[in-house]
Nanobody
Framework: QVQLVESGGGLVQPGGSLRLSCATSEFTLSHYAIGWFRQAPGKEREGVSCIESTDGSTHYADSVKGRFTTSRDNAKTSVYLQMNSLKPDDTGVYYC??????????????WGQGTRVTVSS
């Protein structure tokens, strides 16, 4: 059963930007570290970013550092992934997931159904 909902994916040209959102009405999102993951066609799923529940500190994969930013809204009901300077290699299905107790752990127990991002001219 899907408990997180991602939105904001779409088709964008190289160099463009998208902002993905992750939200739920089923539990308190601010209690969890939230990670973003992606899976490109024919490739394994990889971690993209994570934001801690305690102090809001963030972590990024080397491939997206300086281009992607993850944040929470003030009410902590949503988590965002701002993606700038997009490249064709960023193409894939993006998922958000909870991590317990923090970003150093594997994603569990909640996942979203994913939102597709396509970077192409």
């Amino acid at each position: 059963q899907v408990q997180l909902v991602e939105s904001g994916g779409g088709l964008v040209q190289p160099g463009g930007s998208l902002r993905l959102s992750c939200a739920t009405s089923e539990f308190t999102l601010s209690h969890y570290a939230i990670g973003w993951f992606r899976q490109a066609p024919g490739k394994e799923r990889e971690g993209v970013s994570c934001i801690e529940s305690t102090d809001g500190s963030t972590h990024y994969a080397d491939s997206v550092k300086g281009r992607f930013t993850t944040s929470r809204d003030n009410a902590k009901t949503s988590v965002y992934l701002q993606m700038n300077s997009l490249k064709p290699d960023d193409t894939g299905v993006y998922y958000c997931a909870t991590l317990l107790p923090n970003c150093a752990n594997s994603p569990r127990p909640h996942w979203g159904q994913g939102t597709r991002v396509t970077v192409s001219s």
